[in-house]
Nanobody, 124 residues
């Protein structure tokens, strides 16, 4: 069982930055690929990016490439989403999710555990 807790959300002006954190419980954190998703108001949940268990591989959806960066510190059981050059359309509840070893991708159904989400609001 893995429990995930996101933090770091808030209100920021367009062009600003935020860093989201996702802290995980458990002793096998490095075996999980970690994904981030977001749920904009009035829209469907969408994939943001994922990072492999070792942190050596990352993948991002096109709308955040070059602006968002994923990293992880397996010693601290934490994954980070650095968000720069934020836009109003980045406004959403952001969720981190954990996928079992060897499984990773953009489909939310492959992720076994989810955090409660953190709100990010970008004002224009």
């Amino acid at each position: 069982q893995v429990q995930l807790v996101e933090s770091g959300g808030g209100l920021v002006q367009a062009g600003g930055s935020l860093r989201l954190s996702c802290a995980a419980s458990g002793r096998t954190f490095s075996s999980y690929a970690m994904g981030w998703f977001r749920h904009p108001p009035g829209k469907e949940r969408e994939f943001v990016g994922y990072i492999s268990g070792s942190g050596s591989s990352t993948y991002y959806t096109d709308s955040v490439k070059g602006r968002f960066t994923l990293s992880r510190d397996n010693a601290k059981n934490t994954v980070y989403l650095q968000m720069n050059s934020l836009k109003p359309e980045d406004t959403a509840v952001y969720y981190c999710a954990a996928a079992a070893a060897g499984v990773w991708g953009t489909n939310p159904n492959i992720y076994n555990y989810w955090g409660q989400g953190t709100q990010v609001t970008v004002s224009s």
